[in-house]
């Protein structure tokens, strides 16, 4: 199989193909799994050969080095798609949150219209916990399914196991796959389901987010307890004081965007990169960018939100070497 698998490896490919941000150089090699076994092999023959790997989805969230990587990237295709009861589906890592969104209007499910318009795969969103319109996945997981790449075992995770928060998971720290998950669902009204989707779609187009290559945020929204503003913060009013100006804050979070923004940087372009000026949080290819443009703007952006509030921006995006 280990064989057969060697087979199936491609070498050089270029890594701007199989991201939303359409940057990155090559890959030294590259596989696209569609099955369990199919990745254990995989993981088998890396381990053999000692060559590096690095997990991808729809490559929605993720920018690769100008040099490419230098090791094995593996796209996870597993899009196995079941329903176990009336309120529980069993979700691959590999399906796309359009091919979800599909199942939920055919089955009409309600809840997850939100998702529409984020661009990645159930593992990648379960990855990152990821979240949009006040929701996030945590508030459907029942169970996560994973493979544990050191010991090679299949491991199973409860809701609290996840450790799910703002943007993170217990799995962005462990050396484990996400091979599926089992999700909540119930039963609504599947026009209104329809339209909630397309709403949601709308309301992205309109705010330009798909007019170029970009990566979505690349930083986390600031959780204001956790900054030095915290003693300004009026939870009645959902409001916090920020040099003297009053910010609207949802769900304890200010946009980094607005951060960014006050800066100047809105607009601001480095090669091929640019802060988008239709959202300070989003850096966009707007001329065949380089990954160091982008990491020039991300450098530079982080240095002046410091120098002027004194807060230090976190990566949404992740950034692949």
């Given at each position: 199989?280990?064989?057969?698998?060697?087979?199936?490896?491609?070498?050089?490919?270029?890594?701007?193909?199989?991201?939303?941000?359409?940057?990155?150089?090559?890959?030294?090699?590259?596989?696209?799994?569609?099955?369990?076994?199919?990745?254990?092999?995989?993981?088998?023959?890396?381990?053999?050969?000692?060559?590096?790997?690095?997990?991808?989805?729809?490559?929605?969230n993720v920018l690769f080095?100008?040099?490419?990587?230098?090791?094995?990237?593996?796209?996870?295709?597993?899009?196995?798609?079941?329903?176990?009861?009336?309120?529980?589906?069993?979700?691959?890592?590999?399906?796309?949150?359009?091919?979800?969104?599909?199942?939920?209007?055919?089955?009409?499910?309600?809840?997850?219209?939100?998702?529409?318009?984020?661009?990645?795969?159930?593992?990648?969103?379960?990855?990152?916990?990821?979240?949009?319109?006040?929701?996030?996945?945590?508030?459907?997981?029942?169970?996560?399914?994973?493979?544990?790449?050191?010991?090679?075992?299949?491991?199973?995770?409860?809701?609290?196991?996840?450790?799910?928060?703002?943007?993170?998971?217990?799995?962005?720290?462990?050396?484990?796959?996400?091979?599926?998950?089992?999700?909540?669902?119930?039963?609504?009204?599947?026009?209104?389901?329809?339209?909630?989707?397309?709403?949601?779609?709308?309301?992205?187009?309109?705010?330009?987010?798909?007019?170029?290559?970009?990566?979505?945020?690349?930083?986390?929204?600031?959780?204001?307890?956790?900054?030095?503003?915290?003693?300004?913060?009026?939870?009645?009013?959902?409001?916090?004081?920020?040099?003297?100006?009053?910010?609207?804050?949802?769900?304890?979070?200010?946009?980094a965007g607005y951060f960014?923004?006050?800066?100047?940087?809105?607009g601001y372009q480095i090669?091929?990169?640019?802060?988008?000026?239709?959202?300070?949080?989003?850096?966009?290819?707007?001329?065949?960018?380089?990954?160091?443009?982008?990491?020039?703007?991300?450098?530079?952006?982080?240095?002046?939100?410091?120098?002027?509030?004194?807060?230090?921006?976190?990566?949404?995006?992740?950034?692949?070497?």
């Amino acid at each position: 199989m280990t064989r057969l698998i060697s087979r199936q490896i491609k070498e050089n490919i270029s890594l701007k193909d199989y991201t939303t941000f359409k940057i990155g150089g090559k890959a030294k090699y590259f596989i696209e799994v569609q099955d369990q076994n199919q990745l254990i092999e995989t993981l088998r023959w890396a381990q053999n050969n000692h060559v590096p790997f690095f997990i991808l989805g729809n490559g929605s969230n993720v920018l690769f080095s100008d040099q490419g990587f230098k090791g094995l990237v593996i796209k996870i295709n597993i899009a196995t798609f079941k329903k176990i009861n009336a309120t529980t589906v069993l979700v691959g890592a590999g399906l796309t949150v359009g091919e979800f969104l599909e199942q939920c209007v055919k089955n009409s499910w309600s809840g997850y219209e939100w998702l529409a318009g984020i661009p990645g795969t159930m593992g990648g969103v379960i990855f990152g916990n990821a979240g949009a319109f006040g929701q996030e996945i945590k508030n459907f997981v029942k169970k996560v399914i994973t493979f544990d790449f050191k010991n090679f075992k299949i491991k199973n995770y409860s809701l609290p196991q996840c450790h799910f928060d703002y943007r993170e998971s217990i799995f962005k720290k462990k050396k484990e796959i996400i091979l599926a998950a089992e999700l909540k669902v119930a039963k609504g009204d599947q026009e209104i389901i329809q339209k909630l989707i397309q709403d949601n779609w709308q309301y992205k187009i309109s705010h330009h987010l798909f007019e170029y290559p970009s990566a979505g945020s690349v930083f986390k929204n600031i959780l204001i307890e956790r900054t030095i503003y915290k003693k300004y913060y009026d939870k009645k009013n959902n409001q916090v004081k920020i040099l003297d100006e009053a910010i609207e804050v949802k769900g304890g979070k200010v946009s980094a965007g607005y951060f960014i923004e006050k800066t100047g940087l809105k607009g601001y372009q480095i090669g091929g990169a640019k802060v988008a000026d239709f959202h300070a949080n989003v850096i966009i290819n707007v001329k065949n960018a380089q990954a160091n443009d982008v990491l020039e703007l991300i450098s530079l952006i982080k240095r002046k939100v410091y120098q002027k509030f004194k807060i230090k921006l976190e990566e949404e995006v992740i950034i692949v070497k």
